[in-house]
């Protein structure tokens, strides 16, 4: 868990040498400025910190420099980024890389070098040698996307760290208006922490209050308006869309996208797959899939399949008629309600 790993470097306990890898790149960000941070001073940085992008660089020059002793300091950091001899797809590299050069060090890393791997892939090639010797003696990081569990765990570490405490409600609100985007989230929560600074709580109200809403976000509540039959105000949030330069083929695009996931957790779930099986079959976020499992309750099949049939009617006559796009998506709204 990064958490455990973040923990460690907390606490001045430092590998030589670790490995990052996964999608969530936030959490390999913070892996990184973490590291650097406890490893070397601002004069320092200057002097005993490089990076080097592979698909630009011989990785022996990186490592050469690794093994090279620091300047005016007792450690170096050295950052590797784009690794992507560690996966199975075909190398594009403009330059040709000595592996055996890596694997010789990841044996005996050099004591005053701090080394890190980066990789922004999903998988690793394990049946790799290099990547069999990384995983066996680096510190390894899978920044993956968290569960709705770890999500709201982050939340509170988050919020905990910045001295204040969130209420359950308001972590919920939080992630139901800003979504699932840890890049997103931790600026919601750094306005929040400044926000209650004296009262050291956050609550739903608060978060109601000042989290700004996504797009996605705003399309999601429209569609819980239509699901409410409540034509008003589902088009007050669309014109205010409007208001605020939206691209109506824009709008229906995301309105389409929800319906579909929609759709397709109500059929998953008729046939037994639970909320994390669903989340993996359709590649999204589980507390998506939980937003959606709750609106998929409000539809038939019947409904649903008339929806979508609406939906790619519109975007049709979006594409390709000369009708008003703005008023079609409203004309759109009045059959939804149906």
Do not use: C
């Not at 208006?177 to 400044?194: D, I, P, Q, R, Y």
């Not at 979508?308 to 975007?315: I, K």
């Amino acid at each position: 868990m990064v958490t455990d790993v973040w923990r460690k470097i907390k606490q001045n306990h430092i590998a030589p040498i670790y490995l990052l890898y996964g999608t969530e790149s936030f959490l390999i960000n913070e892996t990184k400025q973490l590291l650097l941070n406890h490893i070397l001073n601002e004069e320092e940085m200057d002097f005993n910190f490089a990076a080097y992008d592979l698909e630009e660089t011989p990785l022996e020059i990186a490592v050469e420099d690794a093994e090279t002793f620091p300047f005016l300091g007792e450690r170096k950091v050295i950052f590797l980024h784009n690794p992507i001899f560690l996966t199975a797809e075909k190398s594009k590299e403009k330059v040709e890389h000595n592996i055996a050069k890596l694997e010789a060090y990841i044996q005996e890393p050099a004591p005053y070098t701090v080394l890190v791997i980066s990789a922004p892939y999903e998988k690793l090639d394990e049946r790799k040698k290099i990547t069999k010797e990384l995983k066996r003696t680096a510190e390894v990081v899978e920044a993956k996307k968290l569960n709705e569990h770890e999500l709201k765990n982050w939340v509170r570490d988050r919020a905990k760290i910045a001295g204040i405490e969130i209420e359950t409600d308001a972590v919920e609100q939080l992630l139901a208006l800003s979504g699932t985007n840890l890049f997103m989230l931790s600026s919601e929560l750094e306005k929040l922490a400044l926000y209650a600074a004296n009262e050291k709580r956050i609550d739903a109200a608060l978060v109601e209050k000042l989290v700004a809403r996504s797009l996605e976000q705003n399309i999601f509540t429209l569609i819980e308006k239509v699901v409410q039959r409540k034509l008003e105000e589902a088009l007050r949030i669309y014109f205010d869309l409007l208001k605020q330069n939206e691209e109506p083929i824009k709008i229906l695009a995301l309105l389409s996208n929800q319906f579909r996931l929609i759709y397709q957790v109500k059929e998953l779930s008729r046939r037994g797959y639970g909320q994390q099986q669903i989340a993996g079959f359709l590649k999204t976020h589980p507390f998506r899939v939980k937003l959606a499992l709750g609106q998929a309750a409000q539809f038939t099949d019947e409904e649903l399949a008339n929806l979508m049939s609406l939906l790619a009617e519109a975007d049709y006559q979006m594409k390709t008629g000369g009708m008003n796009k703005s008023l079609l998506i409203e004309m759109l709204l009045f059959k939804l309600k149906k």
